[in-house]
Structures are given as C-alpha cells and as structure tokens.
C-alpha cells in the first residue's frame, strides 16, 4: 500500500487538495487524445515554444498564487508544499514549469526579502493577474560565463537609471518586472524594475534569443538597457546591499528548484517502466531481465533518495534557517548529478528508444535533454561545491552534541505542515553546528534489519571525513586545500543525503509504504555504494519489494517520490 493513514492538518490537506486539482486539469500524459498530452507537449518543444494550452490551464489555475505569500493574498507558506505543487507542471515539461513558474519566484523572493511593502503589493499584483517576472542575480566567481553579466545602475531622482546589458536571461520578454543586481556608486546593489512587457519597460532592447538543447520552450536571450530612455530602477533593501541580499535568496531558490524537477524524473522512469512492462519476455529489456530490473529499483530508490534531501534542504530554511545555505547548496550540487546518473541508466534499458522523437516513448528523449538545464543559473554546481568546501574546512570547529530527534522531526516529517515561517535573514548567520551529521549517528542506532549495513558504511564514512577535515583544518596557514578538499565535499554531501534518507525514516508515518523499511534500506544503499562501491550489497528482499511498489505505482498511476500522489488520469 502506499496511503499514509497519520492525519494531517488542514494546510496539508489544502495543499494536496491544489495538487490533486492540477493533476486533473492536465488529465493523462499518456493519452493521445489529450490535449495536454505529452504528444501536445513534444510538439510545442519541436516548435520552441510553451504549449498554449498548458498556459491558459495555469491561468485559469492561478498558479502565480503559489508564489505569492498568503499575506499578500497568495497561497506561498511552505517551500516544500510550493515544490510539490510546481512537480505537477514539471511532470509534463521542464520549460513550461521553468518558464511560466520558477522563474517568476526567482524574481519574487528578492521581493519579499528585501522590498518595502509597496514593491511586495505591486509585485503580489502583478503575479496574480498573471504577470510574469524574470531575474539577472549576481554570478558568483565559481559560476558559468554563459550567465555572466555586469549591469550598472546610477542614481537619477527617484531612483536608478540602469545601463549594461543581461546576456541570457529566461523570459526577460515577457517579464512585466525585472529584478536587477547592478554596479552601483555604493557597490552591488539590487533593484526592481519595469520589464519590457511594463509600458515603461519600451526603452529595453531585446537582444537575439540562444538557441538551447534542453527546455527548448524557453525564451533565453538577453536585454540590452542602452536605448535613448533606459528604465528606472527601484533599491531593493540598501544601496550596496545586493550581494548580501543575493546570499540570503540562494537558500530559498537553489532547494525549491531541484525539488521540483524531480516531476521530469519522475515522468522518465515511468516511461521506462512502460517500455519494460511491453517487452517479449526473451527481450533483455523486459522485466525478466535482471539488469532491467536493477536498473528500475535504482532508478526508483535514487527519486526517493533525492526526495528525502529535498525535503530536507527545503524545510531547513524554516527550521534551521543558519544551516539553511548549506543544506540548499547540497541539493544544487547534489541532485544533478544522481539525477543524470539515473537517467544514463534508464537510457541503457530503452536502448534505441531512448533517442526517439517521436512515438510512446519520445517523452524520454526530452525529458533527457531538460533535466540538465535545470542545474544551470546562478549558484550552479561550481559555486555549491564552494560552499560545501567552506563547510568541510570549518566542521572540525562545529558542536558535535546529538540531537534526540524531537527537535528536527519537522524537518523529517513529508506530512507535518507545522513549520515556522521562514528567517531569511538568519540564513546568513554563522551556524554553530552540523545539524545532518549530528542526527546521523542517533539515527543509525535505530537503524536494524535490512538498513543496518548500509547505515553502519555511513558511520564509517563519517569518520572517515571528520579525519579529513581535522587533516585539512591542521595544513599550514596559508596553504590552499587543494583537491583533496573537493573528495571530501563530495562525501559531506552524500552523508547528508544518507542523514536525510535516516531521518526520514525514523521519523517515518505510521502506515503505508514509508513505514517499512525496504525503501529506506535501498536508499541507503545507493547512497552508500557512491562513497565505497564494495562496502555493501543491495538486499534482495528489499529490492524485491521496492520493484513490487514500483509496479503498484505504475498501474496506480501514482508517482515516485515520498508522497505516491495520484496522477492525472483519463
């Protein structure tokens, strides 16, 4: 079974309630006839485009509300609720579900960490009559020169003339505002401004869209503020405030966003699953084959794995906001490249027909193409792992106290909706422990059967790194890390992800699918397998059983994550 039989406050069951209403609206992605079927979807990225249908159908849904907070008249509470909400579209197509949403809440959460009430009213206006915003955030030193940019902006009366320009930018065109980290007198600052969709956004010059591999929908170009009337742009928080304001935001955007793209994984492994299912039993693909079915059960406990660190990484920021940072640049670095891992196994079982455009299964191919593009922007890999490497050079100097487990159980819990609201700006405080690795030796203790050797390989692996650290810590002044700390970053970020994956489980509801303990044992595995491949094997009794579940959701029509959410049926 995969209901969860605990109750849930009202907020939850709001939340699922929207879910539950999208996925219906957009109905069966499987069926030809649908008019918002993956047939309808392939179509629109053939043609570089959103699908307009799908467009009209977020209208109508008010999908914007999700963005906006419940005090201005919206429906943001919880990162991990909106996350899950965003899965929905990012099930159908990463580009409609970047284009139309997590672009504009790129945008928005500058809004509502920094501008004054006047800017949150205007922008909570302008998103729910279904605005759209757009956003050029600083790119850190570690970050891609494909986004790199330098916009000034000089004062001029009521606010700030803005000059330069914004190489690539997703849905600047469309944009009715713009939020802007600019050069300014008082060093980096960050405004918010008209978009050349705003009447007095007409002096922005569009520059030549870039052609991209993956979200083919998405308009990428970029906008030149060099005409005769360049637009006047507001301050958002203080003048030279902008890269302060920029590492408060990254903890709010770098986990909502992976989280969501789980939905393309989702719908990949799904239709791996169906190619499978249709194959003669002598076929090396079919379901009688060994391999594709190691390949299924990886691939299904590798979503959940990466669920259990989104929900964690999201939650942080209202729970432990000062850990929060750390927690999202996990995720950031993290998810993409299991991700990518996953989908380069599922490829091995469609063979051939993973490289379809066309046909049942071309939704794969697509979906192959998005998933990477989704890792890009600002605060990408590069500056998550720098991030990481801060924080293995500091943890031998972090409290090493234990935590009982009352204390995160919110950030466990994928059901609780009792969550503090969020203290953006105490993310930026110095955090005086590891919360993660702290939880991971307590919960290793409750961790018997079928999970005791893939948590015992963590206790280890801990160890192994808090002797690498205390090493790093004792190198010479002076002396870089070097790319020893980068190893060690890697494996911080894995046992964060097994301390993740522990947690959830011991904190686990008490019926249903996650109250047994097959799914954690697989999970821990596959996370244990990439710190020392020979340390552990996966267990056949749990295999088995995570391969049962994956067919049940399959007929069930029913996802991959933590959550089993009904999908949209015809």
């Not at 819990?413 to 991971?440: H, I, K, Q, T």
């Not at 650290?469 to 790319?483: D, I, T, V």
């Not at 964060?496 to 595995?525: I, M, N, Q, Y």
Request: glycine share 12%.
């Amino acid at each position: 079974m995969t209901t969860v039989v605990d109750p849930v406050d009202s907020s939850e069951v709001a939340v699922q309630e929207r879910i539950a209403r999208l996925e219906h609206e957009f109905g069966d992605i499987d069926d030809p006839g649908n008019p918002l079927g993956a047939q309808q979807f392939l179509a629109a990225d053939e043609g570089q485009r959103l699908l307009p249908a799908a467009e009209r159908l977020l209208d109508a849904f008010g999908l914007n509300a999700e963005f906006v907070p419940a005090g201005l008249g919206g429906r943001l509470g919880r990162l991990d609720a909106l996350a899950r909400v965003l899965r929905v579209v990012f099930r159908r197509d990463a580009a409609l579900g970047l284009g139309y949403g997590l672009t504009s809440y790129l945008a928005a959460v500058a809004v509502w960490t920094a501008g004054t009430p006047d800017q949150r009213r205007e922008t909570a206006g302008l998103l729910l009559a279904h605005g759209r915003m757009a956003c050029a955030y600083p790119e850190p030193p570690q970050g891609n020169d494909f986004l790199r940019n330098r916009l000034t902006a000089l004062p001029d009366g009521a606010g700030y003339r803005i000059g330069g320009r914004k190489e690539a930018l997703n849905n600047g065109a469309r944009a009715g505002a713009l939020v802007l980290f600019a050069d300014t007198p008082d060093g980096l600052s960050a405004l918010l401004a008209p978009g050349p969709a705003h009447p007095d956004g007409a002096g922005i010059r569009l520059l030549p869209r870039h052609p991209t591999t993956g979200v083919r929908g998405c308009a990428v170009q970029g906008l030149a503020f060099d005409g005769p009337r360049p637009p006047t742009g507001r301050l958002l928080g203080p003048a030279g405030g902008g890269t302060r304001l920029a590492e408060h935001v990254f903890p709010l955007t770098r986990s909502a966003g992976l989280s969501m793209a789980l939905g393309c994984a989702d719908t990949a492994l799904r239709t791996t699953t169906a190619f499978a299912r249709s194959r003669r039993q002598r076929s090396p693909a079919s379901l009688h084959s060994s391999r594709t079915r190691t390949a299924l059960v990886n691939a299904f406990a590798d979503l959940l794995v990466c669920d259990c660190l989104s929900l964690v990484a999201t939650r942080a920021a209202h729970v432990l906001p000062r850990e929060s940072r750390t927690l999202g640049a996990v995720a950031k670095y993290l998810l993409p490249m299991v991700l990518t891992e996953t989908m380069d196994d599922l490829s091995i079982v469609l063979g051939s027909e993973a490289y379809a455009t066309s046909g049942g299964y071309a939704i794969f191919q697509k979906t192959a193409r998005d998933l990477p593009m989704l890792g890009l922007g600002s605060a990408g890999a590069s500056a998550s792992r720098a991030v990481l490497v801060a924080q293995v050079l500091r943890l031998p100097g972090l409290g090493t106290a234990r935590d009982d487990g009352a204390g995160l159980a919110r950030l466990f819990r994928p059901f609780d909706a009792g969550l503090p609201p969020c203290e953006v700006w105490e993310n930026g405080l110095p955090a005086d422990r590891d919360s993660l690795l702290g939880s991971l030796e307590e919960s290793v203790r409750h961790a018997d059967g079928p999970l005791a050797p893939a948590a015992g390989v963590l206790v280890e692996q801990l160890a192994v790194l808090r002797e690498g650290c205390a090493g790093l810590a004792a190198r010479p002044a002076g002396q870089p890390p070097g790319p020893r700390a980068f190893a060690l970053a890697d494996r911080y970020a894995l046992l964060v992800a097994g301390a993740a994956c522990l947690g959830v489980w011991r904190h686990r509801p008490s019926g249903g699918f996650l109250a047994g303990p097959d799914w954690a044992a697989t999970a821990l595995t596959r996370v244990a397998g990439r710190l020392d491949r020979a340390a552990v094997r996966m267990p056949e009794a749990s295999a088995d059983h995570l391969l049962a579940e994956l067919l049940h959701r399959f007929d069930d029509a029913r996802s991959y994550d933590l959550y089993a959410t009904a999908l949209g049926r015809s």
